[in-house]
């Protein structure tokens, strides 16, 4: 594995939603200083956080972990520019839907706020979409600043918010 663990949550909720998952995975697992180390099943989900005239456009959602010996800005910065080069337009309206959305969810143990970063990601632990596929991969983990565990966080949020429905096990 290079240097540090990161987890990354893909999702896409226009067009082609799998192709844009399976095409992100593809040019993170190209870039020179990145292992791909697991991808999570992929799910569907219902939108959380979207202005409502989007509530209907339902995501897949997974969870890739990968080993890199980048910095976190420069992980970031390539993030952002594979979202470009997969046809992501940045909109005004947040949460608008995506081709593609790349969240750094945690880089090792390091917190960050800097330069419009904030790792771990400020709503990971309360999105069933994020928490799901990382338990599948990594149930035991606790992220810098949390004193639970993925499992347990996932096991504590209300049975009936944020519904998932298995779309792809293996890709």
Known sequence: MNGIEAGLSLGSNLKDRLRHLIDARAAIAALPEVTLLASAPIYETEPVGVPEEYQNIRFLNTVLLVGTSLDIHRLFARLQQIETDLGRKR???RNSPR???????????????????VVPHPRWSKRRFVLQP??????????????????????????????????????
Do not use: N
């Open 91 to 93: 909109s005004a309206i």
């Open 99 to 117: 081709t593609i959305d790349i969240d750094l969810v945690y880089y090792g143990s390091q917190i960050v706020r800097s330069g419009g970063l």
């Open 134 to 171: 990382l338990c599948d991969l990594r149930p035991g983990l606790l992220l810098p600043g949390h004193d639970r565990t993925v499992r347990d966080l996932l096991a504590d949020l209300p049975a009936d918010s944020q519904a998932l429905t298995p779309h792809l096990s293996a890709w």
